[in-house]
């Protein structure tokens, strides 16, 4: 995984969800500090677990994912 590239948009769907990584953290069961890792890009969520923070926040994967064009790797 190249370093510096944002792959996911948890960060922004939080703002726009008005929502806090602490209560993200208590949803999906894991600590503030595994959330923080995906909320920051310095670790990515499995695919399930992509999924799970997809349906506690209410919208699509897809919108928690970077595209193609945004990540400038192709």
Not at 12 to 27: D, P, Y
Not at 39 to 59: D, G, K
Request: aromatic share 6%; hydrophobic share 40%.
């Amino acid at each position: 995984m190249k370093h510096n590239i944002k792959y996911n948009r948890i960060k922004e769907v939080l703002c726009e969800k008005g929502v806090k990584q602490i209560w993200l953290a208590e949803q999906l069961g894991k600590t503030f500090r595994q959330v923080n890792s995906y909320v920051t890009n310095t670790s990515q969520p499995s695919i399930p677990v992509l999924y799970e923070i997809a349906r506690i926040l209410n919208v699509s994967p897809n919108d928690l994912l970077r595209s193609i064009e945004e990540l400038n790797i192709v």
